[in-house]
């Protein structure tokens, strides 16, 4: 299995980014997929969530209304709509897999390698 996260990059405060992440090697459509973020020092973070067939999405307080996730099973992929970014945004951004709709990382299957976005003030 493998998860292929990309699109993070260096962005001013206010800007913009799509994070994707595509799956191979598993059922994609029978996973739920998340997003997680982690700043070094600190625990892996829940972003957000998005269940079988993209119909419904759950965030973290602190991106609700600034972040959207979706997915597109016919490709294999989600993503990771961010605007309005603001400095603390800043981390690496990772895509993981799992049986259950949850917001706990150890919850998840497979995780992708991650991807760096840095906002900058």
């Known amino acids: 299995v493998q998860l292929q996260a990309s699109g993070g990059g260096l962005v001013q405060a206010g800007g913009s980014l799509r994070l994707s992440c595509a799956g191979s090697?598993?059922?994609?459509?029978?996973?739920?997929m998340g997003w997680f973020r982690q700043v070094p020092g600190k625990e892996r973070e829940f972003v957000a969530v998005?269940?079988?067939?993209?119909?419904?999405?759950y965030y973290a307080d602190s991106v609700k209304g600034r972040f959207t996730i979706s997915r597109d099973n016919t490709k294999n992929t989600v993503y990771l709509q961010m605007n309005s970014l603001k400095p603390e945004d800043t981390a690496v951004y990772y895509c993981?897999?799992?049986?259950?709709?949850?917001?706990?990382?150890?919850?998840?299957?497979?995780w992708g390698q991650g991807t760096l976005v840095t906002v900058s003030s």
């Open positions: 998005t269940t079988l067939g993209g119909g419904s999405s």
């Open positions: 993981a897999a799992s049986r259950a709709n949850s917001h706990t990382s150890n919850d998840y299957d497979y």
């Open positions: 090697g598993l059922t994609f459509r029978r996973y739920v």
